[in-house]
């Protein structure tokens, strides 16, 4: 059973930047891809952000490509999320996933696991 914990979170003013962690056990790194989702309130979850450690690949939503970069620490099993310049619209709990399926996490925003979510907040 994969476990999932993210921390890093809080409040930042617009164009500032914060960094997300998730510390992963239970599993293999290199055994899943990983990823973030958010979810503001009154919306869906979107997808964010994916790494496929095994397969070198990254994905990322075009509404944050450019400002966020995700990244893995193979020997330690936590990954980061660097989100520069955010803005308001970033505002959501953010959650670190990880399924087998790397398409799974990038094309339907869905995974076997994830965690207890984060909250990020952007004033204006």
């Known amino acids: 059973q994969v476990q999932l914990v993210e921390s890093g979170g809080g409040l930042v003013q617009a164009g500032g930047s914060l960094r997300l962690s998730c510390a992963a056990s239970?599993?293999?790194?290199?055994?899943?891809?990983m990823g973030w989702f958010r979810q503001a309130p009154g919306k869906e979850r979107e997808f964010v952000a994916a790494?496929?450690?095994?397969?070198?690949?990254?994905d990322y939503a075009d509404s944050v490509k450019g400002r966020f970069t995700i990244s893995g620490d193979n020997a330690k099993n936590i990954m980061h999320l660097q989100m520069n310049s955010l803005n308001p619209e970033d505002t959501a709990v953010y959650y670190c996933?990880?399924?087998?399926?790397?398409?799974?996490?990038?094309?339907?925003?869905?995974?076997?696991?994830r965690g207890q979510g984060t909250q990020v907040t952007v004033s204006s």
């Open positions: 996933v990880a399924d087998r399926d790397y398409t799974r996490i990038v094309q339907r925003a869905d995974s076997n696991y």
């Open positions: 239970g599993g293999t790194f290199r055994s899943y891809a």
């Open positions: 790494i496929s450690v095994r397969g070198g690949s990254t």
